[in-house]
Protein backbone atom coordinates (compact mmCIF):
# COMPACT_ATOMS: atom_id res chain seq x y z
CA UNK A 1 0.00 0.00 0.00
CA UNK A 2 0.99 3.72 -0.50
CA UNK A 3 -0.34 7.16 -0.56
CA UNK A 4 -1.31 8.63 -3.54
CA UNK A 5 0.61 10.84 -5.59
CA UNK A 6 -0.02 14.37 -5.80
CA UNK A 7 -0.15 15.03 -1.79
CA UNK A 8 2.38 17.09 0.35
CA UNK A 9 3.12 17.24 3.86
CA UNK A 10 4.26 20.07 5.47
CA UNK A 11 3.90 22.04 8.71
CA UNK A 12 1.89 24.92 9.40
CA UNK A 13 2.43 26.51 12.77
CA UNK A 14 3.19 23.65 15.24
CA UNK A 15 0.40 21.38 12.91
CA UNK A 16 1.34 18.87 10.58
CA UNK A 17 -0.67 19.35 7.14
CA UNK A 18 -1.30 17.38 4.19
CA UNK A 19 -2.68 19.42 1.26
CA UNK A 20 -3.62 18.22 -2.12
CA UNK A 21 -2.43 19.16 -5.30
CA UNK A 22 -2.70 18.80 -9.00
CA UNK A 23 -4.97 16.04 -10.08
CA UNK A 24 -5.50 14.99 -6.58
CA UNK A 25 -7.44 18.35 -5.41
CA UNK A 26 -9.97 17.49 -7.75
CA UNK A 27 -10.97 14.74 -5.61
CA UNK A 28 -9.44 15.63 -2.03
CA UNK A 29 -10.32 19.36 -1.24
CA UNK A 30 -8.83 21.63 1.46
CA UNK A 31 -6.41 19.47 3.96
CA UNK A 32 -5.97 16.97 6.75
CA UNK A 33 -4.55 17.70 10.03
CA UNK A 34 -1.79 14.67 10.75
CA UNK A 35 -0.39 13.60 14.36
CA UNK A 36 2.83 13.06 14.99
CA UNK A 37 2.12 9.23 14.15
CA UNK A 38 0.24 10.28 11.35
CA UNK A 39 2.97 11.91 10.37
CA UNK A 40 5.51 8.60 10.83
CA UNK A 41 3.47 6.87 8.88
CA UNK A 42 2.45 9.06 5.90
CA UNK A 43 6.49 9.08 5.19
CA UNK A 44 6.59 5.50 5.06
CA UNK A 45 3.88 5.26 2.83
CA UNK A 46 5.05 7.58 0.06
CA UNK A 47 6.98 4.16 -1.07
CA UNK A 48 5.19 1.16 -1.84
CA UNK A 49 4.82 -1.15 1.85
CA UNK A 50 3.22 -3.21 3.57
CA UNK A 51 1.10 -3.28 6.75
CA UNK A 52 3.27 -5.12 8.33
CA UNK A 53 6.73 -2.83 7.63
CA UNK A 54 4.89 -0.27 8.98
CA UNK A 55 3.77 -1.85 12.35
CA UNK A 56 7.05 -2.57 12.91
CA UNK A 57 8.53 0.53 12.26
CA UNK A 58 6.28 2.06 14.40
CA UNK A 59 6.67 -0.90 16.99
CA UNK A 60 10.70 0.25 17.13
CA UNK A 61 10.19 4.02 16.85
CA UNK A 62 7.77 5.06 19.79
CA UNK A 63 9.12 1.67 21.73
CA UNK A 64 5.66 0.42 21.46
CA UNK A 65 4.16 -3.54 21.35
CA UNK A 66 1.80 -4.61 18.24
CA UNK A 67 -1.05 -5.03 19.94
CA UNK A 68 -0.90 -0.81 20.41
CA UNK A 69 0.50 -0.04 17.20
CA UNK A 70 -2.27 -1.79 15.03
CA UNK A 71 -4.85 -0.33 16.86
CA UNK A 72 -3.26 2.88 16.04
CA UNK A 73 -2.54 2.17 11.93
CA UNK A 74 -5.67 1.02 11.58
CA UNK A 75 -7.28 3.95 12.91
CA UNK A 76 -4.93 5.93 10.54
CA UNK A 77 -5.41 3.93 7.86
CA UNK A 78 -9.14 4.37 8.07
CA UNK A 79 -9.08 7.90 7.61
CA UNK A 80 -7.01 7.45 4.45
CA UNK A 81 -9.20 5.47 3.08
CA UNK A 82 -12.10 7.49 4.11
CA UNK A 83 -11.02 10.34 2.46
CA UNK A 84 -9.73 8.28 -0.51
CA UNK A 85 -5.58 9.03 -0.52
CA UNK A 86 -4.87 5.66 0.00
CA UNK A 87 -3.46 3.00 -3.07
CA UNK A 88 -3.78 -0.59 -2.41
CA UNK B 1 -9.75 45.70 -21.59
CA UNK B 2 -8.21 48.07 -19.01
CA UNK B 3 -5.38 47.54 -16.48
CA UNK B 4 -5.68 48.40 -12.45
CA UNK B 5 -3.43 48.74 -9.80
CA UNK B 6 -4.63 46.56 -6.90
CA UNK B 7 -2.28 44.84 -3.64
CA UNK B 8 0.66 46.94 -5.65
CA UNK B 9 0.29 44.98 -8.58
CA UNK B 10 -0.73 45.88 -11.70
CA UNK B 11 -3.44 43.73 -12.98
CA UNK B 12 -4.88 43.97 -16.53
CA UNK B 13 -8.07 42.27 -17.41
CA UNK B 14 -9.47 41.44 -20.52
CA UNK B 15 -13.35 41.91 -19.79
CA UNK B 16 -16.43 40.72 -22.21
CA UNK B 17 -19.10 42.93 -20.51
CA UNK B 18 -18.99 46.55 -18.89
CA UNK B 19 -19.84 45.32 -15.47
CA UNK B 20 -16.72 44.69 -14.56
CA UNK B 21 -14.71 47.69 -15.62
CA UNK B 22 -17.26 50.42 -13.28
CA UNK B 23 -16.58 47.71 -10.94
CA UNK B 24 -12.78 48.90 -11.16
CA UNK B 25 -13.13 52.21 -11.80
CA UNK B 26 -11.29 53.72 -8.88
CA UNK B 27 -8.35 51.29 -9.22
CA UNK B 28 -7.79 51.55 -12.88
CA UNK B 29 -4.23 53.21 -13.78
CA UNK B 30 -2.52 54.05 -17.27
CA UNK B 31 -1.74 51.20 -19.01
CA UNK B 32 1.60 49.99 -19.17
CA UNK B 33 3.33 47.97 -21.08
CA UNK B 34 3.92 45.13 -18.68
CA UNK B 35 1.12 43.99 -16.57
CA UNK B 36 1.91 41.77 -13.15
CA UNK B 37 -1.05 39.63 -13.49
CA UNK B 38 -3.26 39.26 -16.76
CA UNK B 39 -6.87 37.99 -15.70
CA UNK B 40 -9.52 36.63 -18.29
CA UNK B 41 -12.56 34.17 -18.22
CA UNK B 42 -13.80 32.55 -21.01
CA UNK B 43 -17.44 32.22 -22.02
CA UNK B 44 -17.18 28.74 -20.63
CA UNK B 45 -16.38 29.54 -17.44
CA UNK B 46 -18.95 32.50 -17.08
CA UNK B 47 -21.37 29.76 -17.69
CA UNK B 48 -20.04 27.02 -15.39
CA UNK B 49 -20.51 30.13 -12.52
CA UNK B 50 -23.43 30.98 -13.46
CA UNK B 51 -25.22 27.05 -13.45
CA UNK B 52 -23.07 27.34 -10.44
CA UNK B 53 -24.53 29.75 -7.98
CA UNK B 54 -27.66 29.04 -6.21
CA UNK B 55 -29.71 32.83 -7.04
CA UNK B 56 -29.31 33.21 -10.94
CA UNK B 57 -26.38 36.19 -11.12
CA UNK B 58 -26.34 37.87 -14.24
CA UNK B 59 -23.43 36.59 -16.47
CA UNK B 60 -21.34 40.09 -15.75
CA UNK B 61 -21.46 39.55 -12.47
CA UNK B 62 -20.19 35.89 -13.02
CA UNK B 63 -17.89 37.25 -15.31
CA UNK B 64 -16.25 39.05 -12.55
CA UNK B 65 -16.44 36.46 -9.79
CA UNK B 66 -14.12 34.34 -12.26
CA UNK B 67 -12.12 36.98 -13.19
CA UNK B 68 -10.94 37.54 -9.19
CA UNK B 69 -10.64 34.06 -8.85
CA UNK B 70 -8.42 34.06 -11.96
CA UNK B 71 -6.89 37.29 -10.92
CA UNK B 72 -6.56 34.93 -6.96
CA UNK B 73 -4.58 32.30 -8.60
CA UNK B 74 -2.07 33.97 -9.81
CA UNK B 75 -1.28 36.13 -6.25
CA UNK B 76 1.26 33.02 -5.32
CA UNK B 77 3.96 34.29 -7.23
CA UNK B 78 4.13 37.63 -5.58
CA UNK B 79 3.63 36.27 -2.21
CA UNK B 80 0.26 37.10 -1.88
CA UNK B 81 -2.97 35.60 -1.89
CA UNK B 82 -7.44 36.37 -1.15
CA UNK B 83 -8.81 35.57 2.35
CA UNK B 84 -12.39 35.52 2.57
CA UNK B 85 -12.84 38.27 5.48
CA UNK B 86 -13.17 41.63 6.63
CA UNK B 87 -10.04 43.73 6.72
CA UNK B 88 -10.62 47.02 9.28
CA UNK B 89 -7.87 49.49 9.50
CA UNK B 90 -7.78 51.86 12.62
CA UNK B 91 -5.06 54.34 13.82
CA UNK B 92 -2.81 52.69 10.41
CA UNK B 93 -3.42 49.16 11.46
CA UNK B 94 -5.06 46.04 9.67
CA UNK B 95 -7.47 43.61 11.63
CA UNK B 96 -8.98 41.13 9.45
CA UNK B 97 -11.84 38.97 11.06
CA UNK B 98 -12.93 35.73 9.49
CA UNK B 99 -16.15 33.52 10.23
CA UNK B 100 -18.46 30.85 8.82
CA UNK B 101 -20.90 32.71 6.44
CA UNK B 102 -23.53 34.42 8.57
CA UNK B 103 -21.58 34.25 12.05
CA UNK B 104 -21.55 38.08 11.61
CA UNK B 105 -18.46 39.22 10.32
CA UNK B 106 -20.28 42.55 8.46
CA UNK B 107 -22.14 42.94 11.90
CA UNK B 108 -19.08 42.69 14.19
CA UNK B 109 -17.10 45.13 11.85
CA UNK B 110 -19.49 47.78 11.61
CA UNK B 111 -19.98 48.32 15.34
CA UNK B 112 -15.68 48.89 15.18
CA UNK B 113 -16.85 51.37 12.73
CA UNK B 114 -19.56 52.99 14.72
CA UNK B 115 -17.52 53.14 17.76
CA UNK B 116 -14.25 54.33 16.16
CA UNK B 117 -15.49 56.77 13.83
CA UNK B 118 -12.49 58.61 13.26
CA UNK B 119 -10.43 55.97 13.34
CA UNK B 120 -11.48 52.49 11.47
CA UNK B 121 -12.75 52.37 8.16
CA UNK B 122 -12.91 49.41 6.01
CA UNK B 123 -10.00 47.82 3.54
CA UNK B 124 -12.25 45.43 2.20
CA UNK B 125 -15.24 43.85 3.91
CA UNK B 126 -15.18 40.59 1.95
CA UNK B 127 -11.92 39.62 0.28
CA UNK B 128 -9.07 41.61 0.85
CA UNK B 129 -5.88 40.82 -0.58
CA UNK B 130 -3.04 39.74 1.94
CA UNK B 131 0.28 40.14 0.48
CA UNK B 132 3.95 39.97 2.47
CA UNK B 133 6.05 42.41 1.73
CA UNK B 134 9.42 42.53 3.47
CA UNK B 135 9.08 41.65 6.79
CA UNK B 136 5.14 42.67 7.59
CA UNK B 137 1.82 40.97 5.91
CA UNK B 138 -0.28 43.83 4.31
CA UNK B 139 -4.01 43.56 3.79
CA UNK B 140 -4.98 45.29 0.62
CA UNK B 141 -8.67 46.97 -0.60
CA UNK B 142 -9.72 45.07 -4.10
CA UNK B 143 -12.40 46.00 -6.03
CA UNK B 144 -14.45 43.02 -5.16
CA UNK B 145 -16.21 44.47 -1.70
CA UNK B 146 -19.01 41.42 -1.65
CA UNK B 147 -22.80 42.57 -1.59
CA UNK B 148 -22.54 45.09 1.14
CA UNK B 149 -19.47 46.67 -0.81
CA UNK B 150 -17.60 48.39 1.89
CA UNK B 151 -14.24 48.78 1.31
CA UNK B 152 -11.67 51.08 -0.47
CA UNK B 153 -8.39 51.25 -2.27
CA UNK B 154 -6.27 51.11 0.81
CA UNK B 155 -4.34 49.27 2.82
CA UNK B 156 -2.02 48.64 6.42
CA UNK B 157 -0.27 46.25 8.02
CA UNK B 158 -1.81 43.38 9.66
CA UNK B 159 -2.11 43.80 13.23
CA UNK B 160 -4.14 40.32 14.39
CA UNK B 161 -6.27 38.51 12.79
CA UNK B 162 -9.45 37.91 14.61
CA UNK B 163 -11.51 34.29 14.36
CA UNK B 164 -15.11 34.91 15.36
CA UNK B 165 -18.00 33.23 17.16
CA UNK B 166 -20.96 34.40 18.52
CA UNK B 167 -21.91 34.14 21.94
CA UNK B 168 -23.34 35.34 25.12
CA UNK B 169 -21.02 37.49 27.13
CA UNK B 170 -17.86 39.41 24.80
CA UNK B 171 -14.93 37.20 25.47
CA UNK B 172 -10.96 37.21 23.30
CA UNK B 173 -8.69 35.01 23.98
CA UNK B 174 -4.88 34.14 21.30
CA UNK B 175 -5.83 31.11 19.29
CA UNK B 176 -3.21 27.53 19.59
CA UNK B 177 -2.02 26.66 15.92
CA UNK B 178 -4.88 23.62 15.82
CA UNK B 179 -7.52 25.79 15.88
CA UNK B 180 -5.90 28.38 13.29
CA UNK B 181 -5.31 25.73 11.06
CA UNK B 182 -8.93 23.88 11.39
CA UNK B 183 -10.18 26.81 10.57
CA UNK B 184 -8.04 29.05 8.07
CA UNK B 185 -7.84 26.69 5.15
CA UNK B 186 -11.59 27.09 4.78
CA UNK B 187 -11.51 30.93 4.08
CA UNK B 188 -7.89 30.71 1.83
CA UNK B 189 -8.27 29.57 -2.08
CA UNK B 190 -5.73 26.48 -2.60
CA UNK B 191 -3.69 26.73 -5.55
CA UNK B 192 -4.18 23.65 -7.83
CA UNK B 193 -0.60 24.05 -9.24
CA UNK B 194 2.07 21.65 -7.55
CA UNK B 195 4.30 24.68 -8.51
CA UNK B 196 2.65 26.66 -6.47
CA UNK B 197 2.09 24.89 -3.37
CA UNK B 198 5.30 24.98 -1.71
CA UNK B 199 4.74 28.82 -1.86
CA UNK B 200 1.23 29.17 -0.54
CA UNK B 201 1.50 26.74 2.65
CA UNK B 202 4.99 28.79 2.83
CA UNK B 203 3.00 32.11 3.10
CA UNK B 204 -0.05 29.97 5.55
CA UNK B 205 2.84 28.87 7.73
CA UNK B 206 4.56 32.39 8.12
CA UNK B 207 1.13 34.31 8.60
CA UNK B 208 0.69 31.56 11.76
CA UNK B 209 3.48 31.67 13.70
CA UNK B 210 4.28 35.20 13.15
CA UNK B 211 0.79 37.16 13.48
CA UNK B 212 -1.16 36.77 16.66
CA UNK B 213 -4.70 35.44 15.81
CA UNK B 214 -7.73 35.45 18.32
CA UNK B 215 -10.77 33.66 19.16
CA UNK B 216 -13.34 36.22 19.71
CA UNK B 217 -16.94 34.88 21.26
CA UNK B 218 -19.00 38.14 20.72
CA UNK B 219 -22.69 39.08 20.97
CA UNK B 220 -24.01 41.93 18.91
CA UNK B 221 -22.97 45.38 21.39
CA UNK B 222 -20.63 48.05 21.10
CA UNK B 223 -18.80 46.56 24.14
CA UNK B 224 -17.82 43.35 22.01
CA UNK B 225 -15.93 45.94 19.61
CA UNK B 226 -14.19 47.81 22.61
CA UNK B 227 -13.05 44.53 23.81
CA UNK B 228 -11.56 43.29 20.84
CA UNK B 229 -10.01 46.40 20.04
CA UNK B 230 -8.43 47.47 22.76
CA UNK B 231 -6.70 43.44 23.18
CA UNK B 232 -5.66 43.16 19.48
CA UNK B 233 -4.17 46.88 19.41
CA UNK B 234 -1.81 46.05 22.30
CA UNK B 235 1.57 45.91 21.72
CA UNK B 236 3.65 42.74 22.54
CA UNK B 237 2.67 39.03 22.74
CA UNK B 238 1.40 37.71 26.07
CA UNK B 239 -0.50 34.99 26.60
CA UNK B 240 -3.95 35.90 27.92
CA UNK B 241 -7.37 36.37 27.97
CA UNK B 242 -10.02 38.78 28.29
CA UNK B 243 -13.49 39.12 29.52
Not at chain 2, 202 to 211: A, G, K, N, S
Not at chain 2, 215 to 232: F, G, T
Request: aromatic share 10%; hydrophobic share 45%.
Amino acid sequence: MKVKEGFMMRKVGDQIVVVAMGQAAKQFHGMMNLNETGAFVWELLKQETSEENVLEAMMENYGIDRERAKKGLDSFLDKLRTVGVLEE
Amino acid sequence: MFQILMAGLVVEIRNRYSYVEKQCKDWVCLQTEHADIVAEASEEEILREQTRARFAPSLELCESICIYRAIARELTAFSAFVMHGAAVELDGQAYVFIAKSGVGKTTHTKLWIKCFPDRAAYINGDKPVMRWQGDRLFAYGTPWMGKEGYGCSGFAPVKAICMLERGEENQIERADDAVIVSRLFHQVLLPEEASEMELFMEMMDRMVREIPFYVLKCNISDEAAQLACRVMSRDGVGEYAEV
